[in-house]
Protein backbone atom coordinates (compact mmCIF):
# COMPACT_ATOMS: atom_id res chain seq x y z
CA UNK A 1 0.00 0.00 0.00
CA UNK A 2 1.43 3.43 -0.92
CA UNK A 3 0.84 5.87 1.97
CA UNK A 4 -0.81 8.89 1.98
CA UNK A 5 1.35 12.44 0.77
CA UNK A 6 0.69 15.69 2.21
CA UNK A 7 1.33 17.75 -1.45
CA UNK A 8 -0.93 14.74 -3.25
CA UNK A 9 -3.85 16.12 -4.75
CA UNK A 10 -7.27 15.34 -2.92
CA UNK A 11 -8.23 12.34 -5.34
CA UNK A 12 -6.16 11.99 -8.63
CA UNK A 13 -7.32 9.31 -11.85
CA UNK A 14 -5.45 8.63 -13.86
CA UNK A 15 -6.04 5.92 -17.01
CA UNK A 16 -9.13 4.13 -14.66
CA UNK A 17 -10.66 1.70 -16.93
CA UNK A 18 -13.37 -1.28 -15.80
CA UNK A 19 -14.17 -4.09 -17.91
CA UNK A 20 -17.00 -6.50 -17.97
CA UNK A 21 -16.22 -9.79 -19.19
CA UNK A 22 -18.83 -11.88 -21.40
CA UNK A 23 -18.06 -15.18 -22.76
CA UNK A 24 -14.41 -14.91 -22.73
CA UNK A 25 -14.43 -11.30 -24.32
CA UNK A 26 -13.56 -8.43 -22.08
CA UNK A 27 -15.54 -5.34 -22.68
CA UNK A 28 -14.35 -2.26 -21.75
CA UNK A 29 -17.75 0.71 -19.97
CA UNK A 30 -15.28 2.89 -18.79
CA UNK A 31 -11.47 3.44 -21.37
CA UNK A 32 -8.64 5.41 -19.44
CA UNK A 33 -10.22 8.13 -17.93
CA UNK A 34 -8.17 10.99 -16.11
CA UNK A 35 -9.15 14.22 -13.98
CA UNK A 36 -8.33 15.25 -10.47
CA UNK A 37 -10.04 16.96 -7.56
CA UNK A 38 -8.77 19.14 -4.91
CA UNK A 39 -10.04 20.68 -1.46
CA UNK A 40 -12.79 23.00 -2.21
CA UNK A 41 -13.32 22.34 -6.10
CA UNK A 42 -16.39 20.87 -7.76
CA UNK A 43 -15.61 18.82 -10.35
CA UNK A 44 -18.50 18.07 -12.60
CA UNK A 45 -18.98 15.05 -14.79
CA UNK A 46 -21.57 15.18 -17.47
CA UNK A 47 -22.57 13.03 -20.55
CA UNK A 48 -25.28 10.84 -21.64
CA UNK A 49 -27.28 7.84 -19.94
CA UNK A 50 -24.60 4.88 -20.75
CA UNK A 51 -21.59 6.83 -21.23
CA UNK A 52 -19.63 5.32 -18.27
CA UNK A 53 -19.32 8.07 -16.04
CA UNK A 54 -21.56 6.45 -12.83
CA UNK A 55 -19.27 3.07 -12.79
CA UNK A 56 -16.21 4.90 -13.69
CA UNK A 57 -16.55 6.65 -10.38
CA UNK A 58 -17.87 3.66 -8.26
CA UNK A 59 -14.64 1.42 -9.73
CA UNK A 60 -12.69 4.05 -8.47
CA UNK A 61 -14.21 3.16 -5.17
CA UNK A 62 -14.23 -0.10 -5.14
CA UNK A 63 -18.20 -0.27 -5.53
CA UNK A 64 -18.22 -2.30 -9.44
CA UNK A 65 -20.31 -5.61 -9.47
CA UNK A 66 -18.46 -8.61 -8.99
CA UNK A 67 -18.34 -9.31 -12.84
CA UNK A 68 -16.39 -5.85 -13.45
CA UNK A 69 -12.40 -5.44 -13.57
CA UNK A 70 -11.07 -2.54 -12.55
CA UNK A 71 -7.29 -1.34 -13.33
CA UNK A 72 -5.27 2.20 -13.54
CA UNK A 73 -4.68 4.18 -10.88
CA UNK A 74 -7.02 6.28 -8.24
CA UNK A 75 -5.17 8.03 -5.59
CA UNK A 76 -6.95 9.67 -2.24
CA UNK A 77 -4.75 12.11 -0.74
CA UNK A 78 -1.84 10.18 -2.39
CA UNK A 79 -3.20 6.51 -1.58
CA UNK A 80 -3.45 4.04 -3.91
CA UNK A 81 -7.29 2.46 -4.10
CA UNK A 82 -6.85 0.32 -6.17
CA UNK A 83 -6.19 -2.80 -5.03
CA UNK A 84 -6.43 -2.03 -1.86
CA UNK A 85 -7.79 -4.54 0.51
CA UNK A 86 -11.84 -4.45 0.77
CA UNK A 87 -11.75 -3.87 4.48
CA UNK A 88 -8.95 -0.77 4.01
CA UNK A 89 -11.68 0.61 1.50
CA UNK A 90 -14.46 0.18 3.97
CA UNK A 91 -12.43 2.69 6.44
CA UNK A 92 -12.41 5.20 3.68
CA UNK A 93 -15.70 4.91 2.31
CA UNK A 94 -18.29 6.83 4.53
CA UNK A 95 -15.78 8.22 6.66
CA UNK A 96 -13.07 10.46 4.62
CA UNK A 97 -15.31 9.58 0.98
CA UNK A 98 -18.90 10.02 1.19
CA UNK A 99 -21.01 9.14 -1.79
CA UNK A 100 -24.75 10.24 -2.71
CA UNK A 101 -26.10 7.64 -4.89
CA UNK A 102 -28.62 8.22 -7.77
CA UNK A 103 -32.07 6.76 -6.46
CA UNK A 104 -32.43 7.60 -2.66
CA UNK A 105 -35.86 5.27 -2.22
CA UNK A 106 -33.72 2.40 -2.94
CA UNK A 107 -30.55 3.33 -1.46
CA UNK A 108 -32.74 3.70 2.29
CA UNK A 109 -33.59 0.77 3.89
CA UNK A 110 -37.70 0.91 4.10
CA UNK A 111 -37.88 -0.90 7.25
CA UNK A 112 -35.49 1.12 9.77
CA UNK A 113 -36.03 5.18 10.51
CA UNK A 114 -34.34 7.65 9.40
CA UNK A 115 -32.51 8.71 12.64
CA UNK A 116 -31.49 4.62 12.76
CA UNK A 117 -29.73 4.56 9.61
CA UNK A 118 -27.86 8.17 10.02
CA UNK A 119 -26.67 6.77 13.56
CA UNK A 120 -25.26 3.51 11.70
CA UNK A 121 -23.44 5.59 9.12
CA UNK A 122 -21.89 7.40 12.45
CA UNK A 123 -21.24 4.47 14.62
CA UNK A 124 -19.59 2.08 11.79
CA UNK A 125 -16.74 4.42 11.60
CA UNK A 126 -16.51 5.58 15.66
CA UNK A 127 -16.67 2.96 17.85
CA UNK A 128 -16.38 4.94 20.94
CA UNK A 129 -19.52 6.87 19.92
CA UNK A 130 -22.69 6.13 21.92
CA UNK A 131 -25.71 5.09 20.28
CA UNK A 132 -27.05 8.29 22.31
CA UNK A 133 -24.82 10.43 20.80
CA UNK A 134 -24.76 9.05 17.50
CA UNK A 135 -28.67 10.18 17.50
CA UNK A 136 -28.00 13.66 18.65
CA UNK A 137 -25.55 13.90 15.73
CA UNK A 138 -28.25 12.73 12.87
CA UNK A 139 -30.41 15.39 14.17
CA UNK A 140 -27.55 17.64 13.84
CA UNK A 141 -27.14 16.41 10.83
CA UNK A 142 -30.99 16.83 9.55
CA UNK A 143 -31.06 20.45 10.78
CA UNK A 144 -27.49 20.95 8.17
CA UNK A 145 -29.45 19.87 5.10
CA UNK A 146 -32.48 21.83 6.55
CA UNK A 147 -34.62 19.14 7.04
CA UNK A 148 -37.71 20.91 9.36
CA UNK A 149 -38.55 19.52 12.53
CA UNK A 150 -35.54 17.31 12.79
CA UNK A 151 -35.97 15.91 15.93
CA UNK A 152 -39.42 14.33 14.93
CA UNK A 153 -38.46 13.09 11.34
CA UNK A 154 -35.55 10.80 13.12
CA UNK A 155 -38.40 8.62 13.97
CA UNK A 156 -40.02 8.48 10.70
CA UNK A 157 -39.30 5.83 8.04
CA UNK A 158 -38.60 6.61 4.11
CA UNK A 159 -41.72 6.67 2.74
CA UNK A 160 -42.70 9.66 4.69
CA UNK A 161 -40.05 11.54 3.15
CA UNK A 162 -40.82 13.19 -0.48
CA UNK A 163 -38.38 12.55 -2.88
CA UNK A 164 -36.71 16.20 -2.10
CA UNK A 165 -36.47 15.01 1.40
CA UNK A 166 -34.95 11.69 0.65
CA UNK A 167 -32.31 12.95 -1.12
CA UNK A 168 -31.33 15.71 1.76
CA UNK A 169 -31.32 12.30 4.31
CA UNK A 170 -28.46 10.45 1.85
CA UNK A 171 -26.49 13.91 1.91
CA UNK A 172 -26.41 14.17 5.78
CA UNK A 173 -25.40 10.48 5.45
CA UNK A 174 -22.56 11.06 3.19
CA UNK A 175 -21.45 13.69 5.12
CA UNK A 176 -21.88 12.66 8.65
CA UNK A 177 -18.28 11.56 9.49
CA UNK A 178 -16.43 14.68 7.78
CA UNK A 179 -15.54 13.72 4.55
CA UNK A 180 -12.74 15.03 2.16
CA UNK A 181 -14.45 14.15 -0.87
CA UNK A 182 -18.27 14.00 -1.50
CA UNK A 183 -19.34 12.19 -4.46
CA UNK A 184 -23.06 13.04 -6.04
CA UNK A 185 -24.24 10.87 -8.80
CA UNK A 186 -27.45 12.57 -10.25
CA UNK A 187 -28.23 14.21 -7.17
CA UNK A 188 -31.38 16.20 -8.96
CA UNK A 189 -32.89 13.02 -11.17
CA UNK A 190 -36.37 12.70 -11.23
CA UNK A 191 -37.15 15.69 -8.81
CA UNK A 192 -39.04 19.00 -9.84
CA UNK A 193 -36.58 22.07 -10.92
CA UNK A 194 -37.49 23.73 -7.00
CA UNK A 195 -36.42 20.76 -5.11
CA UNK A 196 -33.46 20.24 -7.79
CA UNK A 197 -32.46 24.63 -7.03
CA UNK A 198 -32.73 23.26 -3.04
CA UNK A 199 -30.21 20.26 -3.19
CA UNK A 200 -27.96 22.22 -5.58
CA UNK A 201 -28.00 24.87 -3.01
CA UNK A 202 -27.88 22.68 -0.08
CA UNK A 203 -24.74 20.47 -1.56
CA UNK A 204 -22.49 23.94 -2.36
CA UNK A 205 -23.15 25.24 1.26
CA UNK A 206 -21.98 21.85 2.41
CA UNK A 207 -18.82 22.57 0.46
CA UNK A 208 -18.23 25.49 1.21
CA UNK A 209 -18.68 25.10 5.01
CA UNK A 210 -17.05 21.80 5.43
CA UNK A 211 -14.31 22.39 2.44
CA UNK A 212 -14.47 18.82 0.75
CA UNK A 213 -14.21 18.67 -2.54
CA UNK A 214 -16.80 17.34 -4.75
CA UNK A 215 -17.60 15.41 -7.84
CA UNK A 216 -21.01 15.87 -9.26
CA UNK A 217 -22.36 13.44 -11.52
CA UNK A 218 -25.04 14.55 -14.38
CA UNK A 219 -26.61 14.05 -17.33
CA UNK A 220 -27.90 18.11 -17.37
CA UNK A 221 -25.15 20.17 -18.00
CA UNK A 222 -27.75 22.94 -17.10
CA UNK A 223 -27.11 21.63 -13.45
CA UNK A 224 -23.08 21.60 -13.49
CA UNK A 225 -23.48 25.66 -15.28
CA UNK A 226 -24.08 27.84 -11.73
CA UNK A 227 -22.28 25.35 -9.28
CA UNK A 228 -19.02 23.58 -11.17
CA UNK A 229 -15.66 25.00 -11.42
CA UNK A 230 -14.30 22.51 -14.09
CA UNK A 231 -16.23 20.08 -16.28
CA UNK A 232 -15.47 16.73 -17.73
CA UNK A 233 -17.81 15.86 -20.57
CA UNK A 234 -17.66 11.43 -20.80
CA UNK A 235 -18.67 9.72 -23.94
CA UNK A 236 -18.71 6.29 -24.57
CA UNK A 237 -16.32 5.47 -21.51
CA UNK A 238 -13.93 8.20 -22.50
CA UNK A 239 -13.27 11.93 -21.35
CA UNK A 240 -13.67 13.61 -25.06
CA UNK A 241 -13.45 17.35 -23.29
CA UNK A 242 -12.92 18.93 -19.89
CA UNK A 243 -12.11 22.66 -19.09
CA UNK A 244 -13.17 24.93 -16.77
CA UNK A 245 -16.81 25.38 -16.55
CA UNK A 246 -17.40 29.04 -18.07
CA UNK A 247 -14.24 28.04 -20.88
CA UNK A 248 -16.31 24.91 -21.23
CA UNK A 249 -19.81 27.34 -22.18
CA UNK A 250 -17.64 29.78 -24.06
CA UNK A 251 -15.41 28.19 -26.02
CA UNK A 252 -17.00 24.33 -26.33
CA UNK A 253 -13.99 22.28 -28.07
CA UNK A 254 -15.68 18.98 -28.97
CA UNK A 255 -19.09 18.18 -31.29
CA UNK A 256 -20.62 16.33 -28.58
CA UNK A 257 -19.80 19.04 -26.13
CA UNK A 258 -21.76 21.78 -28.04
CA UNK A 259 -24.53 19.12 -28.58
CA UNK A 260 -25.09 19.18 -25.15
CA UNK A 261 -24.69 22.51 -24.83
CA UNK A 262 -27.60 22.87 -27.50
CA UNK A 263 -30.00 20.94 -25.78
CA UNK A 264 -30.38 23.20 -23.13
CA UNK A 265 -33.72 24.48 -23.23
CA UNK A 266 -33.68 28.06 -23.89
CA UNK A 267 -36.71 30.04 -22.65
CA UNK A 268 -36.08 32.93 -24.82
CA UNK A 269 -35.98 31.41 -28.34
CA UNK A 270 -39.21 30.10 -29.91
CA UNK A 271 -38.84 26.54 -31.80
CA UNK A 272 -41.35 23.83 -32.84
CA UNK A 273 -38.75 21.11 -30.84
CA UNK A 274 -35.96 21.02 -29.00
CA UNK A 275 -32.71 20.53 -30.29
CA UNK A 276 -30.94 16.90 -29.48
CA UNK A 277 -27.72 14.55 -30.66
CA UNK A 278 -28.94 12.67 -33.75
CA UNK A 279 -28.57 8.90 -33.07
CA UNK A 280 -27.77 7.10 -29.63
CA UNK A 281 -24.41 6.50 -27.65
CA UNK A 282 -22.80 2.50 -29.24
CA UNK A 283 -23.32 -0.03 -26.86
CA UNK A 284 -21.16 -1.89 -24.72
CA UNK A 285 -18.47 -3.66 -26.90
CA UNK A 286 -19.97 -2.17 -30.41
CA UNK A 287 -17.60 0.98 -30.42
CA UNK A 288 -17.24 2.15 -33.51
CA UNK A 289 -13.57 2.39 -35.15
CA UNK A 290 -11.64 6.08 -34.60
CA UNK A 291 -13.67 8.29 -32.56
CA UNK A 292 -16.54 7.07 -31.18
CA UNK A 293 -18.63 9.75 -32.00
CA UNK A 294 -18.29 10.07 -35.33
CA UNK A 295 -21.61 8.44 -36.58
CA UNK A 296 -23.63 11.11 -34.89
CA UNK A 297 -20.92 13.90 -35.60
CA UNK A 298 -22.19 16.65 -38.00
CA UNK A 299 -18.83 17.22 -39.13
CA UNK A 300 -17.01 13.67 -38.86
CA UNK A 301 -14.86 13.32 -42.16
CA UNK A 302 -12.73 10.48 -43.37
CA UNK A 303 -9.59 10.63 -40.75
CA UNK A 304 -12.47 10.80 -37.64
CA UNK A 305 -13.50 7.16 -39.39
CA UNK A 306 -10.02 6.47 -39.39
CA UNK A 307 -7.99 6.89 -36.44
CA UNK A 308 -8.65 7.87 -32.93
CA UNK A 309 -8.16 11.57 -32.49
CA UNK A 310 -5.20 13.46 -30.07
CA UNK A 311 -6.04 14.95 -27.64
CA UNK A 312 -5.68 18.75 -28.33
CA UNK A 313 -5.18 22.46 -26.56
CA UNK A 314 -3.63 23.01 -23.08
CA UNK A 315 -4.01 21.60 -19.80
CA UNK A 316 -6.34 23.95 -18.77
CA UNK A 317 -8.79 22.81 -21.72
CA UNK A 318 -8.50 19.69 -23.86
CA UNK A 319 -10.74 18.23 -26.34
CA UNK A 320 -10.36 14.64 -27.72
CA UNK A 321 -11.09 16.17 -31.63
CA UNK A 322 -9.56 16.09 -34.81
CA UNK A 323 -11.03 19.44 -35.29
CA UNK A 324 -11.00 21.01 -31.94
CA UNK A 325 -10.83 24.83 -32.07
CA UNK A 326 -8.35 24.87 -29.07
CA UNK A 327 -5.01 26.79 -28.57
CA UNK A 328 -2.61 24.31 -29.44
CA UNK A 329 -0.49 22.26 -26.18
CA UNK A 330 -0.32 18.84 -25.05
CA UNK A 331 -1.10 15.98 -27.36
CA UNK A 332 -2.31 12.39 -26.89
Not at 91 to 104: E, N, S
Not at 121 to 135: K, Y
Not at 152 to 159: D, M, T
Not at 207 to 214: C, H, K, M
Request: net charge negative; proline share 7%.
Amino acid sequence: MIPATENAPLFEVRDLRVAFGRAGVSLEAVRGISLTVDHGEVLGIVGESGSGKSIGMLGALGLQPDSARVSGSVRFKGQELVGLPRRELRKLRGARIGMIFQDPLSSLNPVMTIGAQIAEALLLHNETLSARAALERAEELLTLVAIPQPDRRLRQYPHEFSGGMRQRVMIAMAVANDPDLLIADEPTTALDVTVQAQIMEVLADLRRRLDIGLILITHDLGVLAGHADRVAVVYAGEIVEQASVDDLFARPGHPYTRGLIASIPDMSVERDRLNSIEGTPPPLGQLPGGCAFHPRCPLAQEICRASAPPIRGRAEHIAACHFADLPEGSTR
